[in-house]
Protein backbone atom coordinates (compact mmCIF):
# COMPACT_ATOMS: atom_id res chain seq x y z
CA UNK A 1 0.00 0.00 0.00
CA UNK A 2 1.07 3.86 -1.09
CA UNK A 3 2.05 5.86 1.71
CA UNK A 4 1.29 10.05 2.36
CA UNK A 5 3.99 12.16 3.03
CA UNK A 6 3.27 12.11 6.71
CA UNK A 7 3.76 8.46 6.63
CA UNK A 8 6.78 7.78 4.81
CA UNK A 9 8.58 10.63 6.95
CA UNK A 10 7.72 8.22 10.26
CA UNK A 11 8.41 5.28 8.43
CA UNK A 12 11.79 6.35 7.73
CA UNK A 13 12.68 8.04 11.41
CA UNK A 14 11.44 4.39 12.93
CA UNK A 15 13.39 2.56 10.58
CA UNK A 16 11.19 1.03 9.22
CA UNK A 17 10.29 0.61 5.03
CA UNK A 18 7.20 0.81 5.17
CA UNK A 19 3.78 2.20 7.71
CA UNK A 20 0.39 1.84 7.94
CA UNK A 21 -2.51 3.67 9.53
CA UNK A 22 -3.06 2.97 13.13
CA UNK A 23 0.29 1.15 13.51
CA UNK A 24 1.96 2.09 17.06
CA UNK A 25 5.31 2.99 16.26
CA UNK A 26 8.65 4.51 18.24
CA UNK A 27 9.88 7.37 16.25
CA UNK A 28 13.92 8.84 16.18
CA UNK A 29 13.20 12.41 16.82
CA UNK A 30 15.20 15.85 15.38
CA UNK A 31 14.10 18.46 17.60
CA UNK A 32 12.62 18.66 20.45
CA UNK A 33 11.03 22.29 21.22
CA UNK A 34 9.31 23.73 24.60
CA UNK A 35 8.20 27.21 26.25
CA UNK A 36 8.22 29.07 29.52
CA UNK A 37 5.24 27.78 30.06
CA UNK A 38 5.39 23.84 29.18
CA UNK A 39 9.39 23.41 30.03
CA UNK A 40 8.57 24.01 34.02
CA UNK A 41 6.05 21.14 33.89
CA UNK A 42 8.60 18.92 31.32
CA UNK A 43 11.82 19.62 33.38
CA UNK A 44 10.57 18.32 36.71
CA UNK A 45 9.36 15.40 35.07
CA UNK A 46 13.09 15.01 33.50
CA UNK A 47 14.62 15.06 36.44
CA UNK A 48 12.18 12.86 37.90
CA UNK A 49 13.49 9.59 35.11
CA UNK A 50 16.86 10.57 36.76
CA UNK A 51 18.90 11.20 33.39
CA UNK A 52 21.60 13.71 33.63
CA UNK A 53 21.69 15.16 30.33
CA UNK A 54 19.78 15.77 27.43
CA UNK A 55 20.16 13.21 24.67
CA UNK A 56 21.50 15.73 21.63
CA UNK A 57 22.42 19.22 23.16
CA UNK A 58 21.63 20.77 19.74
CA UNK A 59 18.41 19.07 19.18
CA UNK A 60 17.13 20.64 21.95
CA UNK A 61 15.00 24.18 21.58
CA UNK A 62 13.97 26.01 24.29
CA UNK A 63 12.53 29.47 24.02
CA UNK A 64 10.45 31.67 27.04
CA UNK A 65 7.92 33.08 24.53
CA UNK A 66 4.39 33.03 26.39
CA UNK A 67 5.03 35.24 29.27
CA UNK A 68 7.91 37.05 28.41
CA UNK A 69 9.18 39.65 28.77
CA UNK A 70 8.54 38.72 32.44
CA UNK A 71 4.93 39.21 33.29
CA UNK A 72 4.78 38.95 36.51
CA UNK A 73 6.99 37.70 39.20
CA UNK A 74 5.73 33.75 39.09
CA UNK A 75 6.20 33.79 35.30
CA UNK A 76 9.64 35.20 36.08
CA UNK A 77 10.52 32.16 38.14
CA UNK A 78 9.18 29.94 35.47
CA UNK A 79 11.39 31.64 33.07
CA UNK A 80 14.18 31.29 35.75
CA UNK A 81 13.68 27.52 36.08
CA UNK A 82 14.19 27.08 32.08
CA UNK A 83 16.84 29.44 32.03
CA UNK A 84 19.29 26.98 34.61
CA UNK A 85 18.03 24.12 32.92
CA UNK A 86 19.23 25.24 29.58
CA UNK A 87 23.00 26.25 31.03
CA UNK A 88 23.26 23.15 33.11
CA UNK A 89 22.39 21.25 30.30
CA UNK A 90 24.33 23.07 27.71
CA UNK A 91 21.46 23.11 25.57
CA UNK A 92 22.59 24.72 22.30
CA UNK A 93 19.14 26.24 21.16
CA UNK A 94 17.99 28.62 24.36
CA UNK A 95 16.99 31.93 23.61
CA UNK A 96 16.53 34.84 25.60
CA UNK A 97 14.72 37.80 25.23
CA UNK A 98 16.80 39.81 23.27
CA UNK A 99 17.39 36.76 20.64
CA UNK A 100 13.94 35.25 20.83
CA UNK A 101 11.04 35.34 19.50
CA UNK A 102 7.49 33.47 18.86
CA UNK A 103 9.07 30.07 19.06
CA UNK A 104 6.92 29.04 16.03
CA UNK A 105 8.44 32.13 13.78
CA UNK A 106 11.62 31.42 15.47
CA UNK A 107 12.80 27.60 14.56
CA UNK A 108 12.34 28.02 11.05
CA UNK A 109 14.22 31.54 10.58
CA UNK A 110 16.59 30.11 12.63
CA UNK A 111 17.39 27.04 10.11
CA UNK A 112 16.60 24.69 12.83
CA UNK A 113 13.65 22.76 11.08
CA UNK A 114 14.39 21.55 7.59
CA UNK A 115 12.22 19.35 5.28
CA UNK A 116 11.84 15.88 5.80
CA UNK A 117 12.41 16.11 9.74
CA UNK A 118 10.28 15.22 12.40
CA UNK A 119 9.77 17.66 15.65
CA UNK A 120 8.17 16.98 18.54
CA UNK A 121 7.18 20.39 20.79
CA UNK A 122 5.34 21.29 23.91
CA UNK A 123 3.05 23.51 22.20
CA UNK A 124 0.08 22.88 19.87
CA UNK A 125 1.20 25.01 16.92
CA UNK A 126 4.08 23.17 16.66
CA UNK A 127 2.18 21.90 13.41
CA UNK A 128 3.71 24.69 12.01
CA UNK A 129 7.06 23.33 10.71
CA UNK A 130 4.81 21.01 8.16
CA UNK A 131 5.19 24.33 5.75
CA UNK A 132 8.46 23.68 5.37
CA UNK A 133 7.58 19.19 4.22
CA UNK A 134 8.52 18.50 7.88
CA UNK A 135 6.49 16.17 9.96
CA UNK A 136 6.40 18.01 13.80
CA UNK A 137 3.24 18.13 15.72
CA UNK A 138 2.23 19.49 19.69
CA UNK A 139 2.92 16.90 22.57
CA UNK A 140 2.51 17.68 26.33
CA UNK A 141 5.40 18.09 28.81
CA UNK A 142 5.82 14.82 29.87
CA UNK A 143 6.11 13.69 25.91
CA UNK A 144 8.63 16.34 25.72
CA UNK A 145 10.43 15.18 28.60
CA UNK A 146 10.86 12.19 27.41
CA UNK A 147 11.92 13.43 24.48
CA UNK A 148 14.72 15.13 26.01
CA UNK A 149 15.67 12.07 27.64
CA UNK A 150 15.71 9.50 24.93
CA UNK A 151 15.52 11.62 21.56
CA UNK A 152 12.32 9.21 20.59
CA UNK A 153 8.56 9.21 20.62
CA UNK A 154 5.60 6.76 20.51
CA UNK A 155 3.24 7.43 17.65
CA UNK A 156 0.19 6.47 16.05
CA UNK A 157 0.61 6.54 12.45
CA UNK A 158 -2.42 8.75 11.22
CA UNK A 159 -4.05 8.44 7.75
CA UNK A 160 -4.52 11.52 5.81
CA UNK A 161 -6.79 13.89 4.15
CA UNK A 162 -5.49 15.59 1.08
CA UNK A 163 -5.99 19.11 -0.15
CA UNK A 164 -5.76 19.67 -3.80
CA UNK A 165 -5.23 23.23 -3.89
CA UNK A 166 -6.13 24.77 -7.57
CA UNK A 167 -6.15 27.90 -8.82
CA UNK A 168 -4.87 31.34 -7.61
CA UNK A 169 -6.07 33.44 -4.56
CA UNK A 170 -7.50 36.89 -5.72
CA UNK A 171 -7.41 40.13 -3.97
CA UNK A 172 -6.72 40.57 -0.27
CA UNK A 173 -6.81 36.31 0.61
CA UNK A 174 -4.07 34.89 2.02
CA UNK A 175 -3.44 31.66 3.65
CA UNK A 176 -4.96 32.76 6.72
CA UNK A 177 -8.09 33.22 4.62
CA UNK A 178 -7.66 29.67 2.94
CA UNK A 179 -7.36 27.87 6.38
CA UNK A 180 -9.83 29.50 7.84
CA UNK A 181 -12.00 28.46 5.14
CA UNK A 182 -10.79 25.02 5.63
CA UNK A 183 -11.43 24.88 9.30
CA UNK A 184 -15.01 26.09 8.87
CA UNK A 185 -15.24 23.24 6.16
CA UNK A 186 -14.38 20.80 7.96
CA UNK A 187 -15.05 21.82 11.37
CA UNK A 188 -12.85 21.54 14.73
CA UNK A 189 -12.57 18.14 14.60
CA UNK A 190 -12.89 17.41 11.24
CA UNK A 191 -9.54 16.32 11.38
CA UNK A 192 -9.37 14.70 14.75
CA UNK A 193 -5.99 12.28 14.73
CA UNK A 194 -5.03 12.61 10.80
CA UNK A 195 -2.64 14.15 8.89
CA UNK A 196 -3.51 17.47 6.48
CA UNK A 197 -1.97 16.91 3.27
CA UNK A 198 -1.49 20.29 0.80
CA UNK A 199 -0.35 19.39 -2.80
CA UNK A 200 -1.57 20.64 -6.38
CA UNK A 201 -1.09 23.82 -8.75
CA UNK A 202 -2.36 26.02 -6.22
CA UNK A 203 0.31 25.85 -4.00
CA UNK A 204 2.87 27.93 -6.18
CA UNK A 205 0.58 30.59 -5.30
CA UNK A 206 1.13 30.53 -1.74
CA UNK A 207 4.14 32.13 -0.11
CA UNK A 208 6.42 30.29 2.28
CA UNK A 209 4.79 33.21 4.89
CA UNK A 210 1.52 31.97 4.06
CA UNK A 211 2.09 28.62 4.30
CA UNK A 212 3.26 28.32 7.59
CA UNK A 213 -0.02 30.21 8.75
CA UNK A 214 -1.80 27.38 7.34
CA UNK A 215 -0.24 24.56 8.80
CA UNK A 216 0.02 26.63 12.14
CA UNK A 217 -3.63 26.13 11.87
CA UNK A 218 -3.98 22.48 11.29
CA UNK A 219 -4.53 21.97 14.57
CA UNK A 220 -7.48 23.93 14.98
CA UNK A 221 -9.10 21.05 12.95
CA UNK A 222 -7.90 18.67 15.10
CA UNK A 223 -5.31 17.19 12.94
CA UNK A 224 -2.27 15.43 14.38
CA UNK A 225 -0.17 17.77 11.41
CA UNK A 226 -0.45 19.90 8.52
CA UNK A 227 2.60 19.04 6.01
CA UNK A 228 2.81 20.78 2.20
CA UNK A 229 4.41 19.54 -0.51
CA UNK A 230 8.33 20.51 -1.26
CA UNK A 231 8.63 22.75 -3.90
CA UNK A 232 10.86 25.54 -5.56
CA UNK A 233 9.70 28.22 -2.66
CA UNK A 234 10.34 25.65 0.40
CA UNK A 235 14.20 24.86 -0.91
CA UNK A 236 14.71 28.45 -1.96
CA UNK A 237 13.61 29.46 1.97
CA UNK A 238 15.19 26.40 3.60
CA UNK A 239 18.89 27.07 1.38
CA UNK A 240 18.68 30.86 2.81
CA UNK A 241 17.68 29.97 6.42
CA UNK A 242 19.54 26.65 6.93
CA UNK A 243 22.39 24.31 7.20
CA UNK A 244 20.96 21.70 7.86
CA UNK A 245 20.96 18.27 5.57
CA UNK A 246 17.55 17.88 4.04
CA UNK A 247 14.91 15.16 2.71
CA UNK A 248 11.95 15.46 0.12
CA UNK A 249 9.32 12.80 1.06
CA UNK A 250 6.81 12.75 -1.76
CA UNK A 251 3.30 10.78 -1.33
CA UNK A 252 3.53 7.32 -3.03
CA UNK A 253 1.11 7.83 -6.43
CA UNK A 254 -1.13 5.30 -4.58
CA UNK A 255 -1.26 6.71 -1.31
CA UNK A 256 -4.22 6.40 0.55
CA UNK A 257 -6.69 8.93 2.33
CA UNK A 258 -9.68 9.37 3.98
CA UNK A 259 -10.65 12.47 1.82
CA UNK A 260 -9.76 14.66 -0.86
CA UNK A 261 -11.07 17.76 -1.11
CA UNK A 262 -10.59 20.30 -4.43
CA UNK A 263 -9.79 23.67 -3.65
CA UNK A 264 -10.35 26.43 -5.71
CA UNK A 265 -8.22 29.63 -4.21
CA UNK A 266 -10.12 31.70 -6.65
CA UNK A 267 -13.34 31.27 -4.92
CA UNK A 268 -12.29 31.96 -1.69
CA UNK A 269 -12.79 35.02 0.03
CA UNK A 270 -11.46 37.14 2.94
CA UNK A 271 -12.34 35.11 6.14
CA UNK A 272 -13.74 35.76 9.63
CA UNK A 273 -14.36 32.84 12.22
CA UNK A 274 -16.75 34.24 14.44
CA UNK A 275 -16.13 33.37 18.54
CA UNK A 276 -16.04 31.02 19.73
CA UNK A 277 -15.41 28.58 17.69
CA UNK A 278 -12.06 28.59 14.96
CA UNK A 279 -14.66 26.98 12.49
CA UNK A 280 -17.81 29.51 13.24
CA UNK A 281 -16.48 30.83 9.71
CA UNK A 282 -18.02 33.61 7.74
CA UNK A 283 -16.95 35.09 4.52
CA UNK A 284 -16.07 38.89 4.85
CA UNK A 285 -19.20 39.69 2.63
CA UNK A 286 -21.49 37.78 5.93
CA UNK A 287 -20.06 39.20 8.58
CA UNK A 288 -22.62 42.09 8.82
CA UNK A 289 -21.98 45.06 11.40
CA UNK A 290 -19.38 44.51 13.73
CA UNK A 291 -18.04 47.00 16.17
CA UNK A 292 -14.48 46.44 17.57
CA UNK A 293 -12.25 47.52 20.78
CA UNK A 294 -9.38 46.03 19.80
CA UNK A 295 -7.22 44.70 16.96
CA UNK A 296 -4.13 42.66 17.42
CA UNK A 297 -1.65 41.85 14.49
CA UNK A 298 1.12 38.78 14.97
CA UNK A 299 1.52 35.57 16.53
CA UNK A 300 2.52 32.17 15.60
CA UNK A 301 0.00 32.55 13.24
CA UNK A 302 0.78 35.61 11.24
CA UNK A 303 3.63 37.54 12.73
CA UNK A 304 5.79 37.19 9.95
CA UNK A 305 6.97 40.07 7.98
CA UNK A 306 4.67 39.31 5.31
CA UNK A 307 2.20 39.76 7.77
CA UNK A 308 3.12 43.23 8.43
CA UNK A 309 3.99 44.21 5.07
CA UNK A 310 -0.21 43.97 4.33
CA UNK A 311 -0.85 45.48 7.50
CA UNK A 312 1.25 48.53 6.98
CA UNK A 313 0.25 48.86 3.54
CA UNK A 314 -3.63 49.44 4.61
CA UNK A 315 -2.59 51.28 7.99
CA UNK A 316 0.23 53.37 6.25
CA UNK A 317 -0.98 57.45 5.21
CA UNK A 318 -4.47 56.25 7.43
CA UNK A 319 -5.40 56.72 10.85
CA UNK A 320 -6.80 53.97 12.97
CA UNK A 321 -10.47 54.92 14.16
CA UNK A 322 -10.34 56.88 17.89
CA UNK A 323 -11.19 54.34 20.22
CA UNK A 324 -9.90 51.32 18.78
CA UNK A 325 -6.93 49.86 20.49
CA UNK A 326 -3.84 48.52 17.46
CA UNK A 327 -1.30 46.14 19.37
CA UNK A 328 1.13 44.76 16.62
CA UNK A 329 3.74 42.07 17.59
CA UNK A 330 6.36 41.16 15.47
CA UNK A 331 7.37 37.18 15.70
CA UNK A 332 11.27 37.69 16.40
CA UNK A 333 13.59 40.15 16.57
CA UNK A 334 14.95 39.58 12.76
CA UNK A 335 11.55 40.49 11.66
CA UNK A 336 11.54 43.30 13.93
CA UNK A 337 14.01 44.85 12.52
CA UNK A 338 12.87 43.80 8.73
CA UNK A 339 10.40 45.26 9.59
CA UNK A 340 12.09 48.61 10.94
CA UNK A 341 14.22 48.96 7.96
CA UNK A 342 11.73 48.78 5.75
CA UNK A 343 9.61 51.72 7.30
CA UNK A 344 6.83 49.16 8.39
CA UNK A 345 6.76 50.31 12.03
CA UNK A 346 7.00 54.21 11.08
CA UNK A 347 4.13 53.65 9.19
CA UNK A 348 1.97 51.59 11.88
CA UNK A 349 2.96 53.64 14.34
CA UNK A 350 1.79 57.13 12.55
CA UNK A 351 -1.40 55.68 12.22
CA UNK A 352 -1.99 55.02 15.93
CA UNK A 353 -0.95 51.39 16.55
CA UNK A 354 1.52 50.12 19.41
CA UNK A 355 4.26 47.95 18.31
CA UNK A 356 4.80 44.95 21.21
CA UNK A 357 8.18 43.22 21.53
CA UNK A 358 7.78 39.52 19.80
CA UNK A 359 5.74 37.88 22.56
CA UNK A 360 2.59 35.34 22.64
CA UNK A 361 1.30 37.92 24.60
CA UNK A 362 -2.60 38.65 24.58
CA UNK A 363 -3.04 35.49 21.75
CA UNK A 364 -4.04 33.49 24.65
CA UNK A 365 -4.73 35.61 27.12
CA UNK A 366 -1.11 36.23 28.47
CA UNK A 367 -0.84 40.22 29.21
CA UNK A 368 -0.48 42.91 26.71
CA UNK A 369 -3.73 43.88 25.76
CA UNK A 370 -6.09 41.73 27.47
CA UNK A 371 -9.87 42.18 26.59
CA UNK A 372 -12.37 43.92 29.32
CA UNK A 373 -15.70 42.10 29.87
CA UNK A 374 -18.12 42.68 26.63
CA UNK A 375 -15.33 44.13 24.78
CA UNK A 376 -14.19 42.79 20.99
CA UNK A 377 -11.10 41.89 18.95
CA UNK A 378 -10.67 41.02 15.75
CA UNK A 379 -7.42 39.05 16.00
CA UNK A 380 -4.91 37.23 13.63
CA UNK A 381 -4.57 34.82 16.09
CA UNK A 382 -5.73 30.94 16.18
CA UNK A 383 -7.90 30.71 18.71
CA UNK A 384 -11.33 32.38 19.50
CA UNK A 385 -12.55 29.97 22.20
CA UNK A 386 -14.62 31.79 25.23
CA UNK A 387 -12.34 33.76 27.30
CA UNK A 388 -9.23 33.10 25.36
CA UNK A 389 -8.08 36.62 25.23
CA UNK A 390 -9.50 38.16 28.44
CA UNK A 391 -13.00 38.02 30.20
CA UNK A 392 -15.02 34.82 29.24
CA UNK A 393 -17.46 37.42 28.27
CA UNK A 394 -14.94 39.37 25.86
CA UNK A 395 -15.09 37.86 21.75
CA UNK A 396 -12.47 36.99 19.73
CA UNK A 397 -12.69 37.51 15.79
CA UNK A 398 -10.20 35.52 13.98
CA UNK A 399 -9.12 36.96 10.48
CA UNK A 400 -6.21 38.12 7.98
CA UNK A 401 -3.74 40.80 8.66
CA UNK A 402 -5.66 42.38 6.31
CA UNK A 403 -9.02 42.38 7.26
CA UNK A 404 -7.44 43.08 10.72
CA UNK A 405 -5.75 46.15 9.49
CA UNK A 406 -8.79 47.19 7.59
CA UNK A 407 -10.90 46.83 10.49
CA UNK A 408 -8.48 49.01 12.63
CA UNK A 409 -9.07 52.09 10.57
CA UNK A 410 -13.30 51.63 10.33
CA UNK A 411 -13.54 50.65 13.93
CA UNK A 412 -15.74 47.87 12.84
CA UNK A 413 -14.93 44.32 10.87
CA UNK A 414 -14.35 45.57 6.73
CA UNK A 415 -13.74 44.11 3.81
CA UNK A 416 -9.81 45.80 2.87
CA UNK A 417 -11.29 46.42 -0.16
CA UNK A 418 -14.51 48.11 1.09
CA UNK A 419 -11.88 50.50 2.64
CA UNK A 420 -10.16 51.59 -0.47
CA UNK A 421 -13.17 51.86 -2.42
CA UNK A 422 -14.76 54.15 -0.02
CA UNK A 423 -11.54 56.48 -0.44
CA UNK B 1 -8.64 -1.04 38.51
CA UNK B 2 -11.99 0.94 39.18
CA UNK B 3 -13.21 4.07 39.10
CA UNK B 4 -16.79 5.25 40.61
CA UNK B 5 -18.17 8.80 41.30
CA UNK B 6 -21.15 11.02 40.64
CA UNK B 7 -21.05 12.41 36.68
CA UNK B 8 -19.86 15.99 35.50
CA UNK B 9 -21.65 16.39 32.05
CA UNK B 10 -20.31 18.71 29.13
CA UNK B 11 -21.35 19.17 25.55
CA UNK B 12 -18.63 19.85 22.56
CA UNK B 13 -15.39 20.97 21.81
CA UNK B 14 -14.70 21.58 25.48
CA UNK B 15 -10.84 23.26 25.54
CA UNK B 16 -8.01 23.45 27.94
CA UNK B 17 -8.52 27.43 27.94
CA UNK B 18 -11.91 26.66 29.79
CA UNK B 19 -10.36 23.43 31.57
CA UNK B 20 -7.35 25.79 32.95
CA UNK B 21 -7.62 29.29 31.65
CA UNK B 22 -4.16 30.47 30.30
CA UNK B 23 -3.77 33.32 33.21
CA UNK B 24 -3.12 30.89 35.41
CA UNK B 25 -0.35 29.01 33.99
CA UNK B 26 2.47 30.92 35.79
CA UNK B 27 2.46 27.90 37.84
CA UNK B 28 2.87 24.58 37.07
CA UNK B 29 1.59 23.15 40.96
CA UNK B 30 -1.08 20.69 40.71
CA UNK B 31 -3.42 21.96 43.79
CA UNK B 32 -3.07 25.40 42.68
CA UNK B 33 -4.41 24.30 38.94
CA UNK B 34 -7.55 22.14 40.25
CA UNK B 35 -8.56 25.56 42.14
CA UNK B 36 -9.35 26.76 38.92
CA UNK B 37 -9.93 23.98 37.41
CA UNK B 38 -12.93 24.25 34.44
CA UNK B 39 -13.44 27.61 36.13
CA UNK B 40 -14.72 29.87 32.76
CA UNK B 41 -17.62 26.55 31.71
CA UNK B 42 -18.75 25.55 34.71
CA UNK B 43 -17.64 28.07 37.68
CA UNK B 44 -19.33 25.72 40.27
CA UNK B 45 -17.33 22.42 39.43
CA UNK B 46 -14.34 23.31 42.09
CA UNK B 47 -17.03 23.54 44.66
CA UNK B 48 -19.06 20.57 43.76
CA UNK B 49 -16.94 18.11 42.77
CA UNK B 50 -15.62 15.12 45.24
CA UNK B 51 -13.14 12.48 44.72
CA UNK B 52 -13.73 9.81 42.52
CA UNK B 53 -15.94 11.81 40.39
CA UNK B 54 -16.27 11.31 36.80
CA UNK B 55 -16.18 13.79 33.65
CA UNK B 56 -18.29 13.07 30.96
CA UNK B 57 -18.26 15.05 27.50
CA UNK B 58 -19.49 14.68 23.93
CA UNK B 59 -16.85 15.04 20.92
CA UNK B 60 -13.10 16.06 21.39
CA UNK B 61 -12.40 17.00 24.39
CA UNK B 62 -9.59 18.55 25.52
CA UNK B 63 -8.84 20.48 21.93
CA UNK B 64 -6.81 23.53 21.55
CA UNK B 65 -3.50 23.90 23.50
CA UNK B 66 -1.20 20.73 24.22
CA UNK B 67 -1.03 22.36 28.24
CA UNK B 68 -0.53 19.35 30.24
CA UNK B 69 -1.62 21.18 33.18
CA UNK B 70 -5.33 20.48 31.96
CA UNK B 71 -5.34 17.08 32.37
CA UNK B 72 -3.03 17.79 35.68
CA UNK B 73 -5.82 20.31 36.70
CA UNK B 74 -8.47 17.58 36.08
CA UNK B 75 -6.29 14.49 37.74
CA UNK B 76 -5.96 16.69 41.28
CA UNK B 77 -9.40 17.92 41.18
CA UNK B 78 -10.07 14.68 42.14
CA UNK B 79 -11.35 13.28 38.93
CA UNK B 80 -10.90 9.32 38.79
CA UNK B 81 -12.16 9.27 34.65
CA UNK B 82 -13.29 11.33 31.73
CA UNK B 83 -15.31 9.41 29.52
CA UNK B 84 -15.99 11.05 25.83
CA UNK B 85 -17.09 10.16 22.36
CA UNK B 86 -13.51 11.28 21.05
CA UNK B 87 -10.78 13.32 22.49
CA UNK B 88 -8.16 15.69 21.00
CA UNK B 89 -5.28 13.83 20.22
CA UNK B 90 -2.60 15.79 22.35
CA UNK B 91 -5.46 16.12 25.55
CA UNK B 92 -5.19 12.28 24.98
CA UNK B 93 -1.99 11.72 25.08
CA UNK B 94 -1.35 14.28 27.75
CA UNK B 95 -3.44 12.20 29.74
CA UNK B 96 -2.30 8.89 29.38
CA UNK B 97 1.47 10.59 30.01
CA UNK B 98 0.25 11.78 33.61
CA UNK B 99 -1.88 8.40 34.78
CA UNK B 100 -5.26 10.31 33.75
CA UNK B 101 -7.59 7.39 32.80
CA UNK B 102 -9.65 8.59 30.04
CA UNK B 103 -12.30 6.23 27.70
CA UNK B 104 -13.79 6.82 24.41
CA UNK B 105 -17.43 5.16 24.40
CA UNK B 106 -19.80 7.62 22.67
CA UNK B 107 -23.00 5.04 23.56
CA UNK B 108 -22.01 5.47 27.25
CA UNK B 109 -21.69 9.21 26.49
CA UNK B 110 -25.49 9.15 25.00
CA UNK B 111 -26.79 6.95 28.20
CA UNK B 112 -25.03 9.33 30.96
CA UNK B 113 -25.98 12.49 32.21
CA UNK B 114 -25.06 15.23 34.94
CA UNK B 115 -25.16 13.35 38.52
CA UNK B 116 -25.48 9.87 37.41
CA UNK B 117 -23.25 7.68 39.50
CA UNK B 118 -20.82 5.55 37.04
CA UNK B 119 -18.47 2.82 37.88
CA UNK B 120 -15.51 2.27 35.33
CA UNK B 121 -13.42 -0.85 35.25
CA UNK B 122 -10.08 -0.23 33.15
CA UNK B 123 -8.79 -3.65 32.55
CA UNK B 124 -12.22 -4.31 30.45
CA UNK B 125 -13.56 -1.11 29.21
CA UNK B 126 -17.17 -1.68 31.40
CA UNK B 127 -18.90 1.04 32.25
CA UNK B 128 -22.04 1.25 34.23
CA UNK B 129 -24.63 3.29 34.48
CA UNK B 130 -25.47 2.35 38.57
CA UNK B 131 -28.31 5.18 38.68
CA UNK B 132 -30.31 4.17 35.74
CA UNK B 133 -28.92 0.56 35.49
CA UNK B 134 -27.16 0.06 32.05
CA UNK B 135 -23.96 -0.92 31.09
CA UNK B 136 -21.84 0.01 27.67
CA UNK B 137 -18.48 -1.62 27.17
CA UNK B 138 -15.07 0.81 25.77
CA UNK B 139 -12.55 -0.60 24.49
CA UNK B 140 -9.90 -0.96 26.89
CA UNK B 141 -6.22 0.35 27.02
CA UNK B 142 -3.77 -0.99 24.57
CA UNK B 143 -1.46 -2.94 26.84
CA UNK B 144 1.52 -0.82 26.58
CA UNK B 145 -0.96 2.04 27.40
CA UNK B 146 -1.73 -0.36 30.15
CA UNK B 147 1.50 -0.66 31.39
CA UNK B 148 1.89 3.42 31.87
CA UNK B 149 -0.97 3.74 33.38
CA UNK B 150 -0.14 0.82 36.22
CA UNK B 151 3.10 3.08 36.90
CA UNK B 152 1.37 5.90 36.93
CA UNK B 153 2.31 7.40 34.04
CA UNK B 154 5.40 7.82 31.48
CA UNK B 155 8.43 8.89 33.73
CA UNK B 156 7.76 5.86 36.01
CA UNK B 157 7.41 4.04 33.23
CA UNK B 158 10.80 5.29 31.72
CA UNK B 159 12.19 4.98 34.73
CA UNK B 160 11.69 1.55 35.85
CA UNK B 161 12.93 0.64 32.13
CA UNK B 162 16.03 2.34 32.38
CA UNK B 163 16.32 0.44 35.54
CA UNK B 164 15.84 -2.48 34.23
Redesign the interface.
Given at each position: MGMTMTQKILAAHAGLSSVEPGQ?IEADLDLVLGND??S??AI??FE????NEVYDKAKVALVPD??TPN??I??AE?CRFVREFAHKMEVENYFEVGEMGIEHCLLPERGLVVPGDLVI????H?CTYGALGAFST??????M??GM??GKC?FKVPSAIKFVLKGKPEGWVSGKDIILHIIGMIG??GA??KSMEFVGDGLQHISMDGRFTMANMA?EA?A?NGIFMVDQKTIEYVEAHSKKPWAVFKPDDDAVYDEVYEIDLSKIRPTVAFPH?PDNTRTIDEVGDVEIDQVVIGSCTNGRIEDLRVAAKILAGRKVKKGVRVIVFPGTQKIYLDALNEGLIAQMVEAGAVVSTPTCGPC???HMGILAKGERAVATTN?N????MGH?ESEVYLASPAVAAASAVTGRITDPDTLLKAE | MKAKGRVFRYQN?V?T??II???Y????DPKELAAHCME??DPDFVKNVKPGDIIVAD??FG???????A??AIKASGISCVIAS?F???FY??AI??GLPILECEQAVKGIEAGDEVEVDFDTGVIKNLTKGTTFKARPF?E?MKKIMAAD????Y??AK?EE
Open positions: LITPVREKMGIHFKDKAQGADSTGVGSTDAAATWVDLYIGKLLGGRFVGRT | NDDVPARLNTSDIRNCGSSREHPITARIRNNIPFGLVNIRA
